[in-house]
């Protein structure tokens, strides 16, 4: 699916970025400008301003890559779209400044106000003037806004793609409010200045049918209405030569009011109105069922806008006469439908319907035969004239709004087929609400879809705002801004959850909204906290009650299950743990959930669950299901990540943690890897599910499992650089292991937090820990665990200086592993032995046993012990002085470490190599290597560790050639 970039107005992005970029100004009308304290920037080559143009339209927003590539490349992008388009945006930041652009996870922001470009400037400016509740005020405001426009957009063709997708959607901005402002000059009586600028445009615009009434308006005003009636020839013979169709019937009705009205001031009413809209003299019954607007209506001017943009393209080849705006429960469907159509009205003389489907709620759905039925005697057909037959009723309504404009709001469809029969032809608009997406609707009759989330923070505020500040005004109390920003995350920025909390805080005349939030802050009293206690449809509880009973059994049982998961972000193979099934049975089933948005899309083969929906997932569960059913789908997802986590601590080559996991169960299938980059990916998505999941298996006594997993997670925190995590989580492993009684799993834990513990620079506290693990293998006789313990001990011995006591130690150790056949361990240590020697600079020594360690590593196909064991090679001969080989090694360490995402050894490898390259003469090349190297730590936020520090690399960065080879070394290794 094509997207574009959005161009709405976005409050909360405006304060805080204009201090620090206020200097820079991108214009993007007329021509592509940048001037950065009044000097003009040169942009290189058009892909790179078509990458500005991209980022400035969404100002202070995250542009993803796809959007980027299909802006850039058109629909042919290259086959390392990533990489091409880092060479673009690293073009662009060197231009306009190196913190102007972010990078993000899914994208890239150009930080900077929105102020500063001036199409977001205008388009600001135009949503202001729409606020004015005086049309004068209006009036000026848009002049004053539509002065500042200059044509084309852009002034260049930087892609096919924007051409059809961002210059178009400009046009239509701008004419939208050119018209809206030629509209109130109609009404103020400048039918004349309105003329001349009409005969402008039209020749701009042949083919904008709006444009022609309005100029046939304004020559009608001002007395010149034979000329009108030869304007509307003209456009008639252009369309029927040009396009084979016939005026708009707005245009013809225009034209037999001009036949029958010659003289202006019979008519100086009709053109006096705002808008293109017909005469007064409409009939007394022309249907007008739109239920009243909200008074307080907050927000949603992204929506507004899309929805805008979908009118004015009526009548066009592309324009869809269905729109839908579908979305979660109590996300404020209705209300924005009931709003825009208020605001839209005026375009459909003809009247405007609207029936409650009763999709969802309380009752039964509405049969199409019923809705067809209120809907033709909406039109005037009376009872004796109702077909019976559902096909006869649905072929008299279309035969009763052909050639009408009208608009048909259908609220709370439950599905396609509630919707379908209800269809006319016409000109007229029909506009359905829903749960569901209704996509068979878009697929076979190409309805236009709105999907509407919950609120953006500012705007759940807004609303927020809008109903308590004049109360709290009136009870001269303040409104805590931290307060309301509390309360709408407690209310998930739900439009109905708002409201209700406002309705609440109302009620009980100023009582403090700090008492309010702490009340809600329960998890299991939330959802008691959000109903009015008078009405269904003011209970959070209830709105999702009427999604829940629409589900069949299977989607309703996997539902309950989610209740159950520990975070918002679903992975699909973890939900299918979860629920005993395949991967490929729980993507259907959570496609299902997904079509009646109780679930949303996140990114493919992950979902999101609103917050309060989960909670009411939790009730769910704990109230329908078994204590057995609960407990066996928490244990088949434990162990899931469990099993998961050991194949990708295995892929990474790291080696084992010593915990016994055994075999997983037949029906269980845990996620397989590769290569090491895709447990570094896997990890990251899984991190946070992780670590809530063993937080809440230690709350409730699951020991085994927090000391099970804990251990294993260990690896994924070392190789990202996560010191402060990774001691965090052994902690709170080993105090299981300690409640549970098991020794060995004490051991491992305690001998795991020595390591991490040497990894942050905390010796005192690393030497404890492992003299106790050697204590507590001891006791268990556990040979290959007191192998690692004396290993780690000797590497902070080495790196506390006491060089001597370490090579001992190591030799010792590496001489019991040998005795004792142990090969993966004599690995491990033959490579910190190697730094030992370094240290005592027995160069050549350090060279032979690191060069084994790599043989050991390669032969036990370990991609992680080759990568560390290559640098430590490297190390090695730079220490020697052997300047070439050095490069060489550490050149190979990088790649093999970049390749397993191990960022946090690899920007210690850069460290190291670009001391070579320096010793080289490669000066720029080293700044290079540091430089990335410290990017790395920003873009992570990696704690400085045993190997690497940000003040060794800043250090290294601001005195180049004053350092003496060889002063930063590693210092070994700790697992």
Not at 83 to 101: E, F
Not at 746 to 757: E, R, T, V, Y
Request: glycine share 8%; with cysteine; aromatic share 4%.
């Amino acid at each position: 699916m094509t997207s574009s970039v959005r161009l709405g107005a976005d409050p909360s992005r405006r304060s805080g970025q204009e201090e620090t970029t206020s200097s820079l100004e991108i214009r993007l009308m007329g021509s592509i400008e940048v001037c950065h304290d009044g000097r003009a920037i040169v942009l290189p080559g058009r892909r790179v301003r078509a990458l500005l143009v991209l980022l400035a339209l969404s100002a202070g927003r995250t542009v993803s890559i796809d959007t980027l590539a299909n802006g850039i490349w058109d629909d042919t992008p290259p086959v390392r779209v990533r990489g091409s388009l880092q060479t673009y945006v690293g073009r662009l930041r060197r231009a306009l400044g190196h913190d102007t652009i972010t990078t993000e996870a899914s994208g890239y922001t150009l930080q900077i106000p929105r102020h500063a470009v001036d199409v977001l400037a205008f388009l600001d400016r135009v949503e202001a003037a729409g606020r004015a509740t005086d049309p004068e005020q209006e009036r000026q405001a848009l002049a004053a806004a539509l002065s500042s426009w200059r044509d084309p957009p852009f002034g260049e063709i930087l892609s096919e793609w924007m051409e059809r997708h961002e210059a178009p959607q400009l046009v239509q901005r701008h004419l939208l409010a050119l018209e809206r402002r030629i509209d109130l000059d109609l009404a103020a009586g400048d039918h004349a200045a309105c003329a001349i600028e009409l005969h402008s445009q039209v020749e701009r615009h042949p083919l904008r049918e709006s444009l022609w009434v309005r100029l046939l308006l304004a020559l009608h005003g001002c007395g010149r209405t034979a000329e009108a009636l030869d304007q509307f020839a003209t456009l008639r013979t252009r369309l029927t030569e040009e396009l084979g169709v016939d005026p708009s019937p707005e245009l013809q009705r225009l034209h037999r009011r001009l036949l029958s009205e010659p003289d202006p001031a019979t008519g100086s009413t009709a053109s006096r109105t705002v808008g293109p809209t017909p005469p007064q003299d409409t009939p007394s019954d022309i249907p007008r069922q739109l239920p009243a607007d909200t008074h307080a209506f907050a927000g949603r001017a992204d929506a507004i806008t899309t929805l805008d943009a979908l009118l004015a393209r009526l009548g066009s080849s592309e324009g869809s006469r269905i729109v839908t705006i579908h979305g979660p429960a109590g996300v404020g469907k209705t209300t924005l439908a009931v709003h825009w159509a208020h605001r839209i009205k005026a375009h459909f003389p003809d009247g405007q319907l609207f029936v409650n489907l009763h999709g969802y709620g309380p009752g039964t759905p509405v049969s199409p035969l019923l809705a067809l039925d209120a809907l033709l005697r909406g039109v005037g057909v009376p009872g004796n004239r109702m077909p019976e037959d559902l096909e006869q009723r649905s072929a008299l309504l279309r035969t009763e709004l052909a050639g009408r404009r009208f608009l048909l709001v259908l609220d709370n469809a439950r599905d396609a087929g509630q919707v379908r029969p209800l269809l006319p032809g016409g000109e007229g608009l029909v506009l359905v609400t829903s749960r569901s997406q209704l996509r068979s609707l878009a697929a076979r009759e190409g309805a236009r879809r709105v999907a509407l989330q919950p609120m953006p923070v500012s705007d759940s505020v807004g609303l927020l705002t809008s109903r308590l500040g004049p109360l709290f005004t009136q009870w001269n109390q303040p409104l805590d801004p931290d307060e309301l920003a509390e309360l709408a995350d407690l209310c998930g920025h739900l439009p109905v959850a708002l409201a209700i909390a406002a309705e609440r805080a109302g009620r009980d005349r100023g009582r403090l909204l700090r008492a309010l939030n702490a009340q809600l802050r329960g998890q299991r009293d939330r959802l008691d906290g959000l109903r009015t206690g008078d009405d269904p449809l003011t209970d959070v509880r209830a709105v999702f009650e009427w999604s829940y009973r629409t589900l069949d059994d299977d989607a309703a049982r996997m539902f309950r299950l989610i209740g159950l998961h520990p975070d918002t972000y679903l992975s699909v193979s973890a939900v299918a743990a979860l629920a005993g099934t395949t991967v490929m049975h729980a993507e259907r089933v959570l496609d299902r959930l997904t079509g009646c948005h109780l679930l949303g899309d996140a990114r493919p083969g992950w979902y999101q669950i609103h917050d309060l929906v989960r909670m009411y997932a939790g009730e769910l569960v704990r109230q329908v299901d078994s204590e057995d059913v609960r407990r066996g789908a928490t244990q088949r997802l434990q162990r899931w990540y469990v099993h998961s986590a050991a194949n990708g601590r295995s892929a990474l080559g790291r080696l084992h943690p010593l915990i016994v996991i055994g075999d997983p169960e037949p029906d269980l299938v845990p996620e397989e890897f590769t290569e090491g980059r895709q447990v570094s990916e896997w990890w990251l998505d899984h991190r946070r599910n992780l670590t809530m999941l063993l937080a809440e298996a230690a709350a409730s006594a699951d020991h085994r499992f927090v000391f099970t997993l804990a251990p294993l997670a260990d690896a994924f925190l070392q190789t990202t650089g996560c010191q402060d995590e990774a001691v965090q989580l052994l902690q709170l492993a080993e105090s299981s292991a300690r409640l549970a009684g098991d020794a060995t799993a004490q051991a491992i834990c305690a001998s795991q937090l020595g390591g991490a513990h040497v990894d942050g620079r905390q010796f005192d506290r690393a030497l404890a820990y492992l003299g106790r693990a050697r204590d507590l293998f001891h006791e268990v006789n556990h040979r290959a665990g007191k192998l690692v313990a004396m290993m780690n001990t000797g590497v902070v011995m080495m790196t506390t200086g006491h060089t001597g006591e370490a090579v001992a130690l190591l030799e010792e150790t590496l001489g019991e592993a040998r005795q004792t056949g142990m090969p993966d361990r004599v690995v491990a240590i033959l490579n910190n032995l190697a730094y030992a020697y370094m240290q005592a600079e027995r160069y050549d020594e350090a060279i032979a046993v690191a060069e084994e360690a790599v043989r050991g590593y390669r032969e036990r196909g370990s991609a992680f012990g080759q990568a560390t064991a290559v640098h430590t090679v490297g190390t090695a001969y730079l220490h020697r002085g052997s300047t070439v080989e050095a490069h060489h090694n550490l050149m190979r360490a990088f790649d093999l470490h970049r390749k397993l995402g191990d960022s946090s050894s690899a920007a210690a490898t850069l460290r190291d190599l670009g001391l070579a390259q320096r010793e080289l003469g490669k000066v720029d090349e080293a700044r290079e290597s540091w430089l990335s190297a410290l990017r790395m730590f920003e873009r992570l936020g990696t704690a400085d560790n045993i190997n690497i520090t940000r003040h060794d690399l800043q250090t290294l960065v601001g005195s180049l050639g004053d350092l003496p080879q060889g002063a930063h070394p590693s210092n070994g290794h700790a697992i």
